[in-house]
């Protein structure tokens, strides 16, 4: 019998169902003692026994399903260690949980918060498996997750259909991305959509230069402005501060988000009318693009085999068009940023894109 556990956690994305199945595929494809328990909403379904058997026709017509058919939850790794309002011991619940199920391996769907947690119940001695899911594109150790190419996708589609109306109506509009503290999504929709001005995390920008190129545009009888914006872009005098000193200024901000700052600070110093567009969790939501569908399968096949194999501990992801197997250890708690000097953001400003810098 090979028992395998099966769930998905932190913000949903795109692809989640298609990188399981690619897993069950794999497995059924090799092995018809099979038991598969799909915990119920994350590390939860984990944590208090909230489970079903699965059989492999449960992942059948589940490839373009966006979404997660196990459901999610988001469980911050600070708090595993702290008892529930119950006083249970949330660590221990897993590890009771994945003892009494007799399983062999966790298969575990999942970005940086997930990671943190899925190589703490590694070290606890639990056999684990993961896969790199998140719009984010932010977890180390693999160029690629699952997510992030369809996010670009919806981004960019937002961004297009922005250029109209900006341009009928000779105004500035910002595009405030997802991405949480980098930049990944907005750099890429920025490119492929058109914008003139991409802001994001790993490049702090200065209003003034951001506010020249709306003028230098105008000059050039260009009346209307495309800025992508980070949601966690922050501007230079921001940057310097210390992180407290921040959390505590974004506390007291009047704006909804940096977007929405942004406007005022705009319409403020110019004569011109700014709009703010927030796709949000649209970004998230609906069917994977091709690209993800191929990558999850790719994934999913790849760590069917080292469960095959006997091998855990990893997370599999994709290098330089290739799948690849990378400690758990490795991964956990490293973000992989926007690097400011790569070729990315150096032929983005090429072509004279601004990142608000100079
Ligand atoms: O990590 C994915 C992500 O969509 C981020 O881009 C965003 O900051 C965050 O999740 C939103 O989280 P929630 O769905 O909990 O509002």
Redo the contacts with the bound molecule.
Sequence with gaps: MLRIGLLTS??D?QALNAAMRGVIKGLSAKRDDLEIYGFQDGYKGLIYGNFHLMTPNDFSGILTRGGTILGTS?QPFKKMRIPDENGLDKVEAMKSTYHKLKLDCLVILG?NGTHKSANMLREEGLNVVTLPK???NDLWGTDMTFGFQSAVDIATDTIDRIHTTASSHSRVFIIEV???KVGH?TLHAGIAGGADVILIPEIPYDINVVTDVIKKRSEAGKTFTILAVA?GAISKEDAKLKKKQYKAKLAQRKYPSIAYELAAEIEEKMDKEVRVTVPG?T??GGSPCAYDRVIATRVGAAASELILNKEYGYMIGIVNNETVKVPLSEVAGKLKMVDPKSRLVQEAKAIGISFGDK
């Design positions: 932190g913000g994305c988001r970005g998140t719009i984010d997802m991405g949480h999504v949601e969790h970004q998230r």
